[in-house]
């Protein structure tokens, strides 16, 4: 076991939301880490749990095994930022609360710092559950000039496959940590705005780490499974309601035009419209006119509403739930 005076305290953060079982597996796979130094702060989103879920909980409070917060609404970056506000740590760790982690996780974030100043975050290596068999057998050892570039990266960024340590535009939310230094130098905090299932939050949240010069940087090494449970989670919506094409959109226009030069966000904007809205590759939605037409509604509501997010005065700071614990 690595002695705890030999790496900085992690702070472990779990936000949850109407899980059980997976959550209390989760857990486990966490305190089964052998690194001497770390904190698990779980935000907890569900009102009421299975007796059995609760007294696992209890019991880890008891044991001071974890830090449990039950708050009263549900938004997965506000979660994020209540526990930034109530953790100890040097580096904060960011997971999901349906992943498998496998010995050394929690070494292996301490080591992506380790003697590089200039990194502000580290992005983990996340392999899906159902697709576990095909990340074996794809390899891609540097992503391509285009994963860097803001307008059109996020269709070719490849956390899954990619096996060679490298600069990143952004991390995955079920699998990144990032130095304390973000949060108290830069103040920066993850945008509560950002609805339903949250999508591109974390993504926002790193290209405003990225403006401060610094960087993120991807490290294999510091790889998961993630469960990926249809239900559950901090949002809970199913991926074919309405509520969640509305959110779709909303969030990843909102991340563009907060951070995006006019040139990316029309080239974000064309990709979005001709992946998911056409249903091009690589969506490869049905070319069906009448869902086109649904999807461009989706789309051209979704842009509106998030123009008009910007513009209402209520939480231009990004603060909508959580609040510092002073206040």
């Known amino acids: 076991m690595t002695s705890s005076a030999a790496w900085p305290l992690i702070s472990v953060v779990i936000p949850t939301y109407g899980r059980e079982g997976v959550l209390c597996d989760t857990l486990k796979s966490v305190l089964a880490q052998t690194y ?49 506000e109530r953790a100890s740590g040097s580096i904060f760790l960011f997971l999901d609360d349906d992943v498998e982690l496998p010995e050394g996780f929690l070494e292996a974030h301490a080591t992506g710092f380790e003697g590089r100043p ?18 074996k057998d794809l390899a891609i050892e540097m992503l391509p000039p285009e994963a860097m570039d803001p307008g059109i990266a996020w269709y070719h960024i490849d956390l899954v496959h990619t096996v060679k340590p490298q600069r990143v535009l952004t991390a995955r939310g079920c699998n990144m ?41 991807y490290e294999p090494a510091a790889h998961l499974v993630h469960l990926g449970e249809e239900t559950g989670g901090c949002h809970d919506i199913s991926t074919r309601s309405l509520e969640y094409q509305m959110t779709f959109y909303h969030n990843h226009f909102l ?67 959580s609040q510092p614990p002073s206040a």
């Open 177 to 217: 940590s990032f130095r304390r230094s973000v949060f108290e130098q830069y103040g920066l905090r993850f945008d509560e705005r950002f609805r339903g299932s949250a999508v591109r939050e974390e993504s926002d949240f790193c290209l405003r780490v990225r403006k401060t010069g610094m960087i993120i940087w």
């Open 36 to 84: 001497a130094n770390y904190e698990v702060i779980v935000v907890d989103q569900t009102q009421r749990h299975e007796p059995t879920t609760q007294a696992f909980l209890d019991q880890l409070v008891a044991d001071e095994k974890i830090q449990l917060y039950t708050v009263t609404w549900a938004s997965l970056p506000a979660a994020r930022n209540y526990a930034i």
């Open 118 to 135: 200039e990194v502000g975050a580290v992005a983990g290596r996340v392999f899906d559950r159902m697709k576990l068999s095909e990340a």
């Open 255 to 321: 991340m563009a035009l907060k951070n995006l030069t006019p040139g990316q966000l029309l080239r974000l904007s064309a990709n979005l419209f001709d992946c998911h809205v056409l249903g091009n590759p690589p969506c490869n939605k049905s070319g069906s006119p009448i869902k086109v037409l649904s999807r461009f509604g989706f789309y051209l509501l979704g842009f509106l509403k998030a123009c008009w997010t910007l513009l209402k005065p209520t939480g231009r700071d990004g603060r909508l739930f």
